[in-house]
């Protein structure tokens, strides 16, 4: 056995033992329990501020509005409930319906239980006590969303205006310009990792090198978005909770997703602190510490 697989499938040991010890599969149990009772309200606040972003953006050359475009790719954070978002988008959009700051507020709030399984799971795999930066953490999980489709409908934007560009100096347009599948992923790759960076930086007491979180933030986005990926697939080519249950199977796919996504978050942090403790034998990070 090489000495790389060897350090490699002890570091994997060692995560896996910080995960079970540490709680990590009912920590995950409860953030995806509160985060079903919690979207609602997260939903509304972001659905109104995206709504405020888009309000009155024009169609394309082929007629179909910018939103539409952006929305066919928006599923990452809610994969099943795209459908219900877009309605909501546009229903919004439409009354010209605001957020005011005290509605915002409370609608923050309304979404506290999560925040707070989140914060207890996160510290219980890094090993240290919780950092109780309330607001900040509420709105980095908003910003994310706010920002990906903020970062989508600018991209449209942009890729609209350099194809009528290059369509009117009569030259080919870029392969780059065209691809923009891969223009979304790359943003939401990117804004992903920002945000579990962020949150790490403000949900945690202990503060871990900043190699370590970037570590832990690749590690994150990659199955972040492997498991949105295979869900998905799952989901729409073998069985569809949806069909054959409705909107309580919609729910059902829900929280199962939210379960998934909370596993991985949890992993990429137990990965965080293992880093920490083979980069500094002589210090390990203790619960409470």
């Given at each position: 056995m090489s000495p790389v697989f060897r350090r490699s499938w002890s570091f994997a040991k060692r995560v896996n033992h910080i995960f079970g010890d540490s709680g990590g599969m009912q920590h995950a149990g409860a953030i995806a329990?509160?985060?079903?009772?919690?979207?609602?309200?997260?939903?509304?606040?972001?659905?109104?501020?995206?709504?405020?972003?888009?309000?009155?953006?024009?169609?394309?050359?082929?007629?179909?509005?910018?939103?539409?475009?952006?929305?066919?790719?928006?599923?990452?954070?809610?994969?099943?409930?795209?459908?219900?978002v877009r309605k909501l988008i546009h229903s919004l959009a439409e009354t010209r319906t605001t957020i005011g700051l005290f509605t915002g507020v409370l609608l923050l709030f309304g979404a506290s239980a999560v925040f707070t399984a989140m914060e207890r799971g996160v510290n219980a795999m890094l090993g240290t006590s919780g950092q109780r930066h309330f607001l900040i953490t509420k709105l980095i999980l908003a910003g994310m969303v706010i920002s990906l489709g903020a970062s989508l409908f600018a991209w449209q934007i942009v890729k609209s205006i350099g194809e009528h560009m290059f369509s009117t100096a009569g030259l080919s347009i870029p392969l780059w310009l065209l691809d923009t599948a891969?223009?979304?992923?790359?943003?939401?790759l990117t804004?992903?990792?920002?945000?579990?960076?962020?949150?790490?930086?403000?949900?945690?007491?202990?503060?871990?090198?900043?190699?370590?979180?970037w570590a832990g933030a690749l590690v994150f986005t990659v199955l972040f978005h492997a498991a949105h990926w295979g869900l998905q697939m799952y989901l729409n080519h073998i069985i569809s909770f949806q069909q054959m249950y409705g909107a309580a199977g919609a729910f059902l796919g829900l929280i199962i997703w939210l379960y998934i996504a909370a596993l991985v978050l949890l992993l990429s942090c137990a990965v965080v602190r293992c880093l920490a403790e083979n980069s500094e034998p002589s210090i390990s990070i203790q619960n409470g510490a």
């Open positions: 329990y509160f985060g079903l009772i919690s979207i609602l309200p997260v939903v509304i606040l972001t659905c109104a501020i995206l709504a405020h972003l888009i309000d009155q953006l024009p169609a394309g050359d082929d007629g179909v509005n910018v939103v539409d475009k952006v929305l066919d790719e928006f599923s990452t954070a809610l994969p099943l409930l795209d459908g219900e891969f223009a979304h992923w790359f943003i939401s804004i992903v990792a920002i945000g579990y960076y962020l949150l790490l930086k403000f949900m945690a007491a202990e503060r871990f090198p900043r190699k370590h979180r």
